[in-house]
């Protein structure tokens, strides 16, 4: 694990930045992606870099990464299997099945594919290069964690939510949780647009679905099998996952970068893209060398 801690950060004690909103890529599908999912790509040439969302979002969580990433990149980012405007399932599933999506995209895109997952996508992409590691490239998890099964109380929590949100619906759901996801003193214009997006984005059962998903995971005696080269970065002021479920990935994962943006929550790419984006791009750059690949 390299340490970077409190790497690409402002100015100690300033708050975060408001970056303008970028511009979002195009919805596409391709005959082989599973049936109903809705995606978004931007760029057209490059290695492919799939964006997995987190459990209360979409792939317009990722409209700064696409722009960022389209000149040199092939970017996809999904809305889940009953999320956004993919797609209910037709059944639960479980984080296998949704690792399985996941591969099933990238192979209709080539074969191969370097990894970005926020939060629960972050989970997600742990499993996929678990279960299919001649897929990945390499891992980008932002925010992310072993899952919500490390705990009996945690787990518990993780269920809990679905049953809120069946309770309050979307939108008074959207308003209670979002704005945890952000540091503290985040713009209030940038904690308005989470909680429109997350508001947008959930729905039952899909949630209902995700939420058991991360309470029956626990990844951690699976890390030591993941070989793909990881970056793992979070906010220091992440009030969810925080810094200590990144630290537990980073230390598990062999060789893993480990970073912390300064002044940032849970949601740091969207709370501070800037930064976030300038350490995707240097990992992709020395992931995607082929000078850099282990000589066998």
Request: glycine share 10%.
């Amino acid at each position: 694990m390299t340490a970077h801690p409190a790497a690409a950060g402002r100015t100690p004690g300033a708050g975060p930045a408001a970056d303008p909103p970028a511009v979002s890529a195009a919805p596409v599908t391709r005959a082989a992606d599973p049936p109903g999912l809705h995606l978004r790509e931007a760029g057209e040439r490059g290695p492919l870099v799939l964006c997995l969302h987190g459990i209360g979002s979409s792939s317009a969580a990722f409209a700064h990464q696409l722009d960022a990433l389209r000149g040199e990149f092939r970017a996809v980012a999904w809305d889940a299997p009953g999320y956004g405007s993919s797609a209910d399932p037709p059944g639960p599933l479980t984080l296998d099945d949704y690792a399985d999506a996941a591969a099933a995209v990238i192979r209709a895109r080539g074969g191969t594919a370097h990894v970005l997952g926020a939060s629960w996508g972050g989970v997600i992409a742990l499993r996929l290069a678990v279960r299919h590691p001649r897929l990945v490239t390499s891992l980008m998890l932002l925010g992310s964690t072993p899952g919500s099964g490390t705990a009996p109380g945690k787990a518990a929590a993780m269920r809990a939510r679905a049953d809120e949100l069946a309770a309050s619906g979307p939108d008074a759901f959207a308003a209670a949780r979002a704005p945890r996801l952000l540091a503290e003193d985040a713009p209030p214009e940038l904690a308005e647009h989470v909680t429109r997006s997350m508001a947008d984005a959930v729905r039952l059962p899909g949630y209902r679905y995700a939420a058991e998903s991360m309470a029956a995971t626990d990844l951690r005696g699976a890390l030591h099998r993941v070989t793909a080269p990881a970056l793992v970065l979070c906010g220091d002021r992440d009030r969810i996952t925080g810094p200590e479920a990144s630290q537990v990935l980073a230390g598990g994962l062999a060789g893993a970068a480990y970073v912390i943006v300064r002044n940032a929550g849970h949601l740091v790419h969207q709370e501070r893209p800037g930064p976030v984006d300038a350490w995707l791009l240097s990992h992709l750059h020395i992931a995607a060398d082929p000078s850099t690949e282990p000589k066998g």
